[in-house]
């Protein structure tokens, strides 16, 4: 299965500080402080939660990731969350519901990213957005996953224009690319 590392390095999953101030600038900047459904895909074992909890105490948050281990290690740490395991290629609600669709640190791993980028399409409210991130620029991660070794080397993110392509044909509007320190590609429904 393509997240065997992922089963395989969940235990010892440690996040970085640089991680974690990214993840908190991502959750209180481009999040909407309206929203109220939120999914964080390929959640690993929870960065975003206490950043979500402080900042939009009202928001009702689902974590899903495909790796069972993942997972097992999120409901650990925050037993009263929602949290299952699913894929983005096939995620495991219907359409309309959420406002928010995050993917942080992650998108690199997703074997279909058109199809990924299509179900947050469709899990979507109308007016909601997708926001796909990374606490690194697209250079560094690309190299840090070379670095990493055979089982994630070929994980590498899209180019700028082939992100627009995805998010235009799933239908997104009004799509920002963004990179500095970090980066990010946000769309709405
Ligand atoms: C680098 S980790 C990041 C996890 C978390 N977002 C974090 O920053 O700590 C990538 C995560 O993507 C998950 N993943 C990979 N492919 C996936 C897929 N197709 N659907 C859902 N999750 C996936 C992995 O299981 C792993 O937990």
């Keep these: 299965m393509d997240v065997d590392c992922f089963e395989k390095w969940a235990e010892n999953w440690e996040v970085s500080a640089e991680s974690k101030v990214v993840a908190g600038i991502f959750v209180k900047e481009l999040i909407g402080k309206n929203s109220k459904y939120i999914l964080d895909l390929a959640c690993g074992k929870g960065i975003l939660r206490d950043y979500l909890c402080s900042n939009l105490p009202e928001a009702e948050v689902v974590y ?96 700028k224009e082939s992100f627009i392509k995805m998010f235009t044909k799933s239908g997104f509007n009004n799509i920002e690319y963004f990179v500095n320190d970090y980066f990010y590609v946000m769309g709405f429904k």
């Design 64 to 159: 899903v990731d495909k790796a069972f281990a993942m997972i097992k290690g999120l409901k650990e740490i925050y037993p009263d969350e929602m949290a299952l395991r699913g894929e983005g290629e096939n995620i495991p609600f219907g359409e309309d519901k959420f406002d928010v669709v995050i993917i942080f640190n992650s998108f690199p791993h997703f074997m279909d990213k058109e199809k990924t980028i299509s179900e947050c399409y469709r899990v979507l409210r109308k007016g909601g957005r997708l926001i796909v991130g990374h606490s690194m620029t697209p250079k560094e991660i690309n190299q840090l996953h070379k670095d990493v070794g055979p089982e994630v080397a070929e994980h590498q993110l899209p180019e």
